[in-house]
């Protein structure tokens, strides 16, 4: 599996965005950049993911350099409820391990009044 | 917007006794899977499902542990002569296919303590 690289935490004021790095320097072509969030201990949340062309949703966007090593998710306007744990998974493409999301230990948002 | 649901929320078992936790993927999805976070840890993968067979498998998911999809709508965990290093929150997560740029949802989670 591609191996990512988080910051360990990051903060950021509400009502700003929040921009959160990963590297992903060994990516294989065909391999998707996945986003999560964790809150506590609830299970994890979908945000965003993206092969080549940077995604935007209702919830975020992301943006992919394009060498394709690194990306970010922008939270536009960081609320208190998005204070939370982010994951940046690389999803291994094809064969058997398409269910196989590896989690890192993630970047701890805290958005602060 | 649908979701994945799971039950029990929370359940604390002896161990050496036998534990089901049960999942509700999304209805339409085909792939299903187990998570599981030991306290303080990271998510990890514990198994995958497609057709009524095991997909892939971790290490973690030895013969202690089997899945099984009993009708239509269940997807289960089944932890046989539990231990106390078995607990953690439990994650159920589906998918509506299995190519890589298909999203997995989680559910919320069971929390197992095994005392």
């Known amino acids: 599996d591609a191996k990512t690289t988080q910051p360990p935490s990051m903060d950021c004021a509400e009502g700003r965005a929040a921009n959160l790095p990963c590297n992903h320097s060994?990516?294989?072509?065909?391999?998707?950049v996945y986003w999560y969030r964790q809150i506590h201990s609830q299970g994890p949340q979908y945000i965003i993911h993206?092969?080549?062309n940077n995604e935007t949703n209702e919830m975020a966007s992301l943006i992919i350099t394009e060498d394709r090593k690194s990306s970010t998710l922008i939270l536009p306007h960081a609320t208190l409820r998005d204070t939370a744990v982010y994951y940046c998974i690389v999803r291994v493409a094809g064969g058997t391990s398409y269910g196989k999301l590896t989690f890192g230990q993630g970047t701890i948002l805290t958005v602060h009044p | 917007e649908p979701e994945v649901t799971q039950t029990p929320s929370h359940q604390v078992t002896q161990m050496g006794q036998e534990v089901i936790l049960r999942c509700v993927p999304i209805?339409?999805?085909?792939?299903f899977y187990w998570y599981r976070q030991i306290l303080g840890q990271k998510v990890e993968f514990l198994v995958s499902?497609?057709?009524?067979?095991?997909?892939?498998k971790s290490e973690i998911f030895d013969d202690q542990f089997s899945v099984e999809r009993p009708d239509g709508s269940n997807f289960t965990l089944k932890i046989r002569s539990t231990k106390l290093e078995d607990s953690a929150m439990y994650f159920c997560a589906s998918s509506d296919a299995g190519h890589s740029g298909n999203t997995i949802y989680f559910g919320e989670g069971s929390w197992l303590t095994v005392v």
């Open positions: 209805s339409n999805h085909l792939y």
């Open positions: 993206g092969l080549k």
């Open positions: 499902f497609y057709n009524n067979e095991i997909s892939e």
């Open positions: 060994t990516i294989s072509g065909n391999e998707y």
